[in-house]
């Protein structure tokens, strides 16, 4: 079965690097499926989750972006991101709390916390992470 390289970056950190099945990814306009032989392409990232997947198919981790880039050759993907958290370290009580304190605040990146926050949330609900 054909792998592909996928590289997970944050500003601090290499958070993931390892040869895989496939990797789901929120492009701006929609979610990527990326398999080994993709075509190139570069896209920015809207907040959501990033789900990596084995030779298997099965999901092997799975993060949640808060935006930034990715670039995809036919064997290579590599996610620029903003920040990253790992989906099974967040806790939906600690994101509810900082979607009620960013409420209460009139700022513009208070306001763009809160997007995040929230897109947080929709990610944990989910049925799968």
Do not use: W
């Amino acid at each position: 079965m054909a792998t592909i390289s996928f590289d997970l970056v944050s500003p601090e950190s290499l958070i993931f690097n390892d040869d895989v099945g496939m990797i789901i990814i929120p492009g701006k306009d929609g979610d990527l499926g990326v398999l080994p032989g993709h075509s190139k392409i570069m896209s920015s990232l809207r907040p959501g989750r990033v789900m990596v997947y084995g030779e298997d198919k099965n999901l092997l981790k799975s993060f949640f972006v808060s935006g930034g880039f990715t670039e995809i050759n036919p064997e290579k993907c590599i996610v620029l991101a903003e920040s990253v958290d790992e989906m099974s370290e967040l806790e939906k009580s600690l994101v509810e709390k900082e979607i009620q304190e960013l409420e209460s605040k009139d700022s513009e990146d208070s306001k763009d916390k809160l997007y995040i926050a929230k897109k947080k949330i929709e990610a944990l609900n989910s049925s799968f992470y």
